[in-house]
């Protein structure tokens, strides 16, 4: 197989699957190095493909998501409860951004998009050297989550206000 046909299996393999596929993964199916798999993402990126890179993997992104930005608050002993319930009702937490006075914006890919990502996610948190980002901002942090429709994000905004996760400028960007 020569790098051409290589990189076409990647991206149909990425189309495939919301699962994020490690660049450990990819090397292995197709017998060749780490450092070729990154080239060759690189090359399918200058393609014009969307690929994000996250800290489990490669995700090829699906553009036909809407994305609505909100802004949270709450103990670290809810943190799994927070992202069960975007996960549950259908939502994607993209990423997890604080805003600090000095640093300016600090964002962080998360593409927790399962109860089984959750739990991934926090054993990271767990076994790890780091805290999660929303303590150097005191708890509160922003999410970006992604959904099918409207509807969906609405019932997630829902129950998370329900909850009391949300901060009350919960709403900050509406973006198709």
């Known amino acids: 197989m020569n790098g051409t046909q290589r990189r076409q299996e990647i991206l149909h393999l990425l189309s495939i699957t ?17 450092q070729v798999i990154v080239t060759d993402i690189a090359l399918i990126r200058a393609e014009g493909h969307e690929i994000i890179s996250t800290n489990r993997g490669y995700l090829l992104h699906a553009p036909l998501r809407i994305t609505r930005v909100i802004k949270s608050f709450h103990s670290d002993d809810e943190i799994a409860d927070e992202l069960y319930t975007i996960v549950d009702y259908g939502g994607i937490a993209e990423d997890v951004s604080v805003r600090h006075r000095v640093y300016g914006e600090l964002r962080a890919p ?13 054993e990271e948190i767990r076994s790890g050297k780091s805290a999660p980002l929303k303590e150097i901002t005191s708890g509160y942090h922003y999410h970006t989550i992604s959904a099918a429709s409207e509807e969906i994000l609405d019932q997630i905004v829902h129950a998370l206000d329900l ?3 949300l901060c009350p400028a919960r709403r900050i960007s509406d973006n198709s």
């Not at 998360?110 to 926090?122: A, I």
Request: net charge positive.
């Open 18 to 34: 919301s699962l994020p596929l490690s660049g450990t993964y990819l090397a292995e199916n197709f017998s060749v190095s780490r």
């Open 163 to 165: 909850k009391g996760y």
């Open 110 to 122: 998360l593409h927790v998009s399962s109860r089984r990502d959750v739990e991934k996610f926090l």
